[in-house]
């Protein structure tokens, strides 16, 4: 590797706190990482998609993504097809090679092993990340008739050297794309062929924050208002928001400030009415019947109307924007005009009012918009206040520290808040594993929710991520054995309860119990010794139940968690009483 590519190599080790391995399974991670985050907008494992374990058929990476979310398993492809009435699917396949040349042998046993990945009777030996990746895609063409279109498949192969357009390597790529063709089950194929140069400029595009450049002509100037630097109100036409919405790659850009739930599909009631009114013959008239779209950037610079806006979120409008996005393609549209109002501030209360103001007219009723954007607006507060080795960031908003130089394990996302407070204080490791979308509307949307609820302290959310943080150190630093990945959230649950005999319900309401338990967690977690035999009494449990940490469907049943807690409360309650 070039000193460049090597520098930029370390500084995605530092960055998630990885130990290096060795130069080759270094880069085919960080390739890896770089090329599924230009593909998808969201945060992601690499472990989840690391297929490089001998027996791989060519392949180190593998990433489907369906309607905009990377999949684990069957229940994921169920939920998404139930929420949205259809399945959008891409295909990524990733072969890094720390060599600098393309190898037209290399990228043979490449192709093959994505062909044969295909096939219904499979000729390569696979190993287990394979097979579970093939059954994945096995079962969604079970669901063929629910393709909004055929899946999109793309193949990148990745070298530290120069892409030259060698004769043979050529050949490999034209007979890879046209054996794919012949199976009829794509509409679209790519083979990419990354050099040092593509795949160093792919990485440091993660650390961009989210921009555009759009030309906005019909619109007006708003007058001076408090806290904001500029406001806009105007219309689009469709060819310039699409460039708001869809980024260089065609991708959807992760923008919409509710990261939790952003969008309902294509068979809600009010979406199938805006797909109505493209496809009618007055698609004109959508900039009528749609109340629009409100964008808050950061930043602006303009020239004339050449607008350059900078860290923007679509705060209200995700319904519409992702319908558009979905139909960006259909020549009648091209040319309809989108309700648009650009707000320009940098202070995050000026957001969060625009937020609830423009969301009054939506489903989720107005107090809990509230009082869920004024909790998460506190409990970023509370994260702010530690320091040091404490020092976590909590990530309201979608790629908020993308453009900071700080680790990325570090960052907590709403999402992976949602599963180490549900894992911890609500006992339900087998519901957050995996996809948890139906963890949503049970736990967070329920009146009151039982997760972000506002009479909760902040010290259970705090304490349960900084535990999940300091054990997949222990999994980054190879303390721990990798088997033990898939049930973090098991070994999460256990753990907490081993802290000391605390009342979880008290812990969430009073602040003198929240505050104890906390001090109690640190002073054992803050402590290597401490926190890893807390870690290893909760690996006891586990081997006691006979858990096969390998069984996916295990993980999913209720009666595993039931078990786990059955043996601790045999082994440990009877030590000690409760608070």
């Known amino acids: 590797m070039d000193r460049i590519l090597t520098a930029l190599v370390t500084d995605y080790l530092s960055a998630h706190e990885l130990e290096s391995v060795d130069v080759g399974i270094d880069f085919e991670q960080f390739a890896i990482y770089s090329i599924v985050s230009h593909e998808y907008n969201r945060d992601f494992e690499i472990d989840q998609l690391w297929t490089g374990k001998g027996n791989d058929t060519g392949i180190d990476g ?4 369906v309607n905009g979310r990377l999949i684990e398993n069957v229940e994921d492809i169920d939920f998404l097809l139930k929420e949205n009435g259809y399945l959008e699917i891409t295909f990524i396949f990733i072969q890094a090679k720390s060599e600098s040349k393309f190898d037209s042998a290399e990228m043979g046993v490449f192709s093959f092993g994505v062909t044969d990945f295909f096939s219904e009777k499979n000729n390569l030996v696979r190993n287990e990340k394979i097979k579970e990746f093939a059954a994945l895609s096995a079962h969604l063409f079970v669901h063929a008739a629910n393709f909004r279109i055929n899946p999109v498949c793309k193949l990148f192969y990745i070298s530290t050297g120069t892409w030259l357009e060698d004769q043979n390597n050529v050949a490999v790529v034209k007979s890879t794309i046209e054996q794919l063709k012949a199976t009829n089950l794509f509409s679209d194929i790519g083979f990419f062929s990354f050099g040092s140069k593509e795949i160093s400029d792919l990485y440091r595009e993660t650390k961009n924050v989210s921009s555009t450049i759009f030309n906005f002509s019909e619109k007006i100037t708003l ?5 904001i630097r500029e406001a806009y109100y105007g219309i689009l036409p469709f060819s310039e928001f699409k460039k708001i919405i869809v980024d260089e790659n065609k991708s959807k850009r992760p923008i919409y400030y509710d990261n939790i739930r952003d969008f309902y599909g294509l068979d809600n009631r009010v979406n199938t009415s805006i797909v109505e009114t493209l496809k009618s013959e007055s698609p004109q008239l959508f900039a009528v019947l749609n109340n629009g779209v409100t964008i808050v950037a950061s930043s602006l610079t303009s020239s004339g109307n050449r607008f350059t806006i900078s860290d923007f979120q679509i705060v209200n409008g995700c319904q519409t924007s992702n319908v558009l996005f979905a139909n960006k393609d259909y020549d009648q549209i091209q040319d309809l005009h ?7 501030t940098d202070l995050d209360e000026i957001k969060n009012l625009i937020t609830v103001a423009t969301n009054n007219q939506n489903a989720v009723k107005r107090e809990q918009l509230q009082a869920m954007t004024e909790f998460q607006k506190g409990l970023e507060q509370f994260y702010e206040s530690f320091e040091d080795d404490l020092r976590l960031y ?14 990325k394990t570090r960052i907590i996302s709403i999402q992976l808040q949602i599963k180490t407070f549900g894992a911890m204080f609500l006992d339900i490791p087998h519901l957050v594993t995996s996809y948890f979308g139906n963890v949503i509307g049970d ?4 009146e009151p929710p039982l997760i972000f609820d506002p009479s909760h302290h902040f010290y259970p959310y705090f304490t349960a991520s900084f535990m999940y943080y300091k054990l997949d150190s222990l999994f980054r630093m190879k303390i721990i054995d990798s088997k033990y990945r898939k049930i973090k959230l098991f070994i999460l649950m256990l753990a907490g309860k081993l802290i000391g005999p605390f009342n979880f ?13 906390f001090q109690g967690a640190m002073k054992i977690l803050c402590a290597e010794d401490k926190g890893l035999s807390l870690f290893a009494r909760a690996l006891e449990i586990i081997e006691a139940s006979g858990l096969d940490v390998n069984d996916k469907e295990i993980l999913k049943k209720p009666n595993t968690t039931e078990k786990l807690l059955k043996i601790y409360k045999e082994k ?3 030590k000690s009483d409760s608070a």
Not at 62 to 65: E, N, R, T
Not at 394 to 407: D, M, T, V
């Open 62 to 65: 593998i990433g489907i993504i």
């Open 223 to 227: 007058p001076e208002l408090p806290g």
């Open 338 to 344: 989108v309700p648009v109002k650009l707000i320009i």
């Open 394 to 407: 909590y990530e309201r908003r979608p790629k908020q520290y993308q453009s900071e130089n700080i680790p």
């Open 443 to 446: 736990y967070v949307e329920s």
């Open 505 to 517: 319900k008290l812990i969430l309401t009073s602040p003198k119990h929240s505050e104890r338990f």
């Open 572 to 574: 440990y309650m009877e």
